[in-house]
């Protein structure tokens, strides 16, 4: 059987786009005022920044923490927030929610569109297709470049037992604005460890079994552009990653990820190592499986002055351990595609732990 997957039906890119979102949503909602609940990350609170935003008084405008990569506790939380605020607002349900921040925010935002229509917990949904009403209008700006979470149909979460997304054709954004110039303002090292998120993206997919002529096409362009801006950057290097980054969620979204994904979500589940960072660490430990890709990595660390942190799973304690061996395992598909339908005899629980040994 063929996926038949939908897409991010509008997308506006440019430097300076960020100043359209009012008219979009004017238009969307057919010149009707109407009321919007905007996420935003907490970093930009008392920003220059923060003043664009075009909130108005009747507007919710809650400000987001990230410093722990979104939990479903957290969007529970935040999805009783706006309920809350409901009760004081006539006329139900937002018109819209906006995401403004990284890869966690966004997701943060799509699970709150989902939940204000979905009863229960975020927990009980994570996994596929398991969403059964459509979620509230939902758009993304993105200030960090390389999750893919801007076209992804997933957002990643931690729950009591798992770190799994809510996959669903409803939890794709209906509109997202890529703006470049929103990226600026953010730490050299921590826009590396986002982009190499991308590369990590472009070479899972490009090496995998799954791999596809759709997927090869997105991803080969991707990889060319991180290389751009990784190996020979220039003035329009925010722009390009921007849109290596959406070029990479595309070439994922009809193939996918492979080992290094795979171990970050062990890594990142019991130690809270972060998505981009926990990326790092872990391809820089697997020459092994995809040498080219890995050698050009370190090339990108060197040309950008990055120094990863070494020693981290030194003094993980063997309850841990195996507790990073179950969650990598648990993504079957991620294994399948890295190493084919027989991975399970390749890559046993010892082999895991040697990996997770050297990081
Ligand atoms: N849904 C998906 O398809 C998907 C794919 C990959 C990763 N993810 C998720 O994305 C998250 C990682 O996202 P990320 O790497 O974009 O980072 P992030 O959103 O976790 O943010 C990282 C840090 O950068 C800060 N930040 C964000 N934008 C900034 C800016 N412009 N200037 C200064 N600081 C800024 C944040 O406050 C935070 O401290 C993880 O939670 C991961 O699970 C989702
Ligand atoms: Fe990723």
């Given at each position: 059987?063929?996926?038949?997957f939908?897409?991010?039906?509008?997308?506006?890119?440019?430097?300076?786009?960020?100043?359209?979102l009012?008219?979009?949503?004017?238009?969307?909602?057919?010149?009707?005022?109407r009321?919007?609940?905007?996420?935003?990350?907490?970093?930009?609170?008392?920003?220059?920044f923060?003043?664009?935003i075009p909130?108005?008084?009747?507007?919710?405008?809650?400000?987001?923490?990230?410093?722990?990569?979104?939990?479903?506790?957290?969007?529970?939380?935040?999805?009783?927030?706006?309920?809350?605020?409901?009760?004081k607002?006539?006329?139900?349900?937002?018109?819209?929610?906006?995401?403004?921040?990284?890869?966690?925010?966004m997701?943060?935002?799509?699970?709150?569109?989902?939940?204000?229509?979905?009863?229960?917990?975020?927990?009980?949904?994570?996994?596929?297709?398991?969403?059964?009403?459509?979620?509230?209008?939902?758009?993304?700006?993105?200030?960090?470049?390389?999750?893919?979470?801007?076209?992804s149909r997933?957002?990643?979460?931690?729950?009591?037992?798992?770190?799994?997304?809510?996959?669903?054709?409803?939890?794709?954004?209906?509109q997202?604005?890529?703006?470049?110039?929103l990226?600026?303002?953010?730490?050299?090292?921590?826009?590396?460890?986002?982009?190499?998120?991308?590369?990590?993206?472009?070479?899972?997919?490009?090496?995998?079994?799954y791999?596809?002529?759709?997927?090869?096409?997105?991803?080969?362009?991707?990889?060319?552009?991180?290389?751009?801006?990784?190996?020979?950057?220039?003035?329009?290097s925010?722009?390009?990653?921007?849109?290596?980054?959406?070029?990479?969620?595309m070439?994922i979204?009809?193939s996918q990820?492979?080992?290094?994904?795979?171990?970050?979500?062990?890594?990142?589940?019991?130690?809270g190592?972060?998505?981009?960072?926990?990326?790092?660490i872990?391809?820089?430990c697997?020459?092994?499986y995809?040498?080219?890709?890995v050698?050009?990595?370190?090339?990108?660390?060197?040309?950008?002055?990055v120094?990863?942190?070494?020693?981290?799973v030194?003094?993980?304690d063997?309850?841990?351990?195996?507790?990073?061996?179950?969650?990598?395992?648990?993504l079957a598909?991620?294994?399948e595609?890295?190493?084919?339908?027989?991975?399970?005899?390749?890559?046993?629980?010892?082999?895991?732990?040697?990996?997770?040994r050297?990081?």
């Amino acid at each position: 059987m063929f996926r038949n997957f939908k897409l991010v039906s509008n997308v506006i890119f440019g430097r300076g786009s960020f100043t359209q979102l009012e008219d979009i949503l004017l238009k969307k909602h057919n010149n009707m005022p109407r009321t919007h609940v905007y996420v935003v990350d907490n970093v930009f609170q008392h920003s220059e920044f923060s003043r664009r935003i075009p909130a108005k008084k009747k507007d919710l405008l809650l400000w987001v923490n990230v410093d722990d990569e979104p939990k479903t506790v957290y969007v529970d939380s935040l999805t009783q927030a706006v309920k809350d605020w409901m009760t004081k607002e006539p006329g139900g349900l937002p018109a819209s929610v906006i995401g403004i921040g990284g890869g966690s925010t966004m997701d943060l935002a799509k699970a709150i569109s989902l939940m204000l229509t979905n009863p229960g917990s975020a927990a009980d949904y994570q996994g596929w297709d398991l969403i059964q009403n459509p979620a509230v209008y939902h758009v993304a700006v993105p200030t960090l470049s390389g999750t893919g979470a801007e076209v992804s149909r997933t957002t990643v979460l931690t729950g009591p037992v798992k770190k799994l997304g809510i996959n669903s054709d409803y939890t794709l954004f209906d509109q997202i604005v890529l703006d470049p110039d929103l990226v600026a303002g953010a730490p050299a090292w921590q826009r590396f460890y986002t982009g190499m998120d991308c590369y990590v993206h472009c070479v899972e997919s490009l090496t995998g079994t799954y791999l596809n002529a759709f997927s090869q096409a997105y991803g080969e362009k991707a990889m060319d552009l991180c290389r751009e801006v990784f190996l020979n950057p220039g003035p329009d290097s925010d722009d390009k990653l921007m849109m290596a980054s959406y070029f990479g969620g595309m070439s994922i979204a009809y193939s996918q990820v492979g080992i290094c994904h795979a171990l970050c979500y062990g890594l990142s589940y019991v130690l809270g190592v972060h998505h981009g960072i926990g990326n790092c660490i872990v391809f820089n430990c697997l020459e092994e499986y995809y040498s080219q890709g890995v050698r050009e990595f370190h090339e990108m660390l060197r040309k950008n002055n990055v120094e990863l942190p070494r020693g981290l799973v030194a003094d993980v304690d063997s309850a841990q351990m195996e507790k990073m061996i179950d969650i990598a395992l648990t993504l079957a598909p991620l294994w399948e595609n890295a190493l084919g339908p027989d991975w399970q005899n390749i890559m046993t629980r010892d082999k895991i732990r040697s990996l997770y040994r050297l990081m």
